[in-house]
């Protein structure tokens, strides 16, 4: 089956730091979207994205589904981005989300 | 946000009795997924609903059964708890197959 690798595994940066989170796929996709699990476990959707880029605040997205990635940048970062970050794609044939490891970050204050 | 309850939040039970969790939303999606988290493992699909009485199973099935009887409620249950049921459970919803998904809060449950 589809192979989703989340890199890197785990980031620590300080407040007002910027990030780049990345998300391999091993075939073709449908669709892709990013979610953050904050620390009280709660998933929140953050970009539903199959192709081309979104932004919503200090968070934008890119997916380029011919070479297989996609990146969430986080700009500015502040404490309340903490958490785990996932990427979800969706297979062509089932439509069910493949979900990768994720990526665990903490803003230091 | 997308309506979506999850009931009950926490339940400790112990081995060998019946559980039933709850999804209830209030968006009218035709969707709705149940899935658990397990350190380690990140989420896996249990089973999944794509219409009132119409479910299939995911990659972790086994152990688990559900139903749906309205569009608006999505139940899992557990026949028989093991400690390997131990999880993180969270209900999804969504509009289109292959659409975006939205989860509840989760149900924590602790098979002693």
């Known amino acids: 089956g589809i192979q989703v690798e989340q890199s890197p595994p785990d980031l620590i940066l300080q407040e007002g730091a910027n990030s780049t989170l990345r998300c391999n796929f091993s075939?073709?996709?449908?669709?892709l979207q990013w979610f953050h699990q904050n620390p009280w476990g709660q998933l929140i959707n953050l970009f539903y994205?199959?192709?081309?880029?979104k932004q919503n605040g200090r968070l934008s997205a890119t997916t380029v589904a011919t070479e297989r990635y996609s990146l969430l940048y986080i700009s500015s970062s502040q404490t309340t981005d903490s958490g785990v970050y996932f990427c979800a794609p969706t297979m062509d044939s089932n439509y069910q989300l493949i979900w990768g490891a994720g990526t665990k970050l903490i803003i230091k204050p | 946000d997308a309506g979506i309850t999850q009931s009950p939040r926490h339940k400790v039970t112990e081995t060998g009795t019946p559980v039933t969790l709850r999804c209830h939303q209030t968006e009218n999606h035709r969707y709705m997924y149940w899935y658990r988290q397990d350190p380690g493992h990140g989420l896996r699909l249990i089973h999944y609903?794509?219409?009132?009485?119409?479910?299939d199973k995911g990659e972790v099935s086994d152990g688990y059964s559900v139903s749906r009887s309205k569009t608006e409620d999505f139940l899992l249950t557990l026949e028989s708890a093991t400690s390997s049921q131990t999880s993180v459970y969270f209900c999804?919803?969504?509009?289109?197959?292959?659409?975006?998904?939205?989860f509840g809060p989760g149900t924590r449950l602790t098979v002693l």
């Open positions: 999804a919803i969504s509009g289109l197959a292959g659409g975006e998904q939205f």
């Open positions: 994205i199959p192709s081309g880029t």
């Open positions: 075939d073709s996709v449908n669709n």
């Open positions: 609903s794509y219409g009132v009485k119409d479910t």
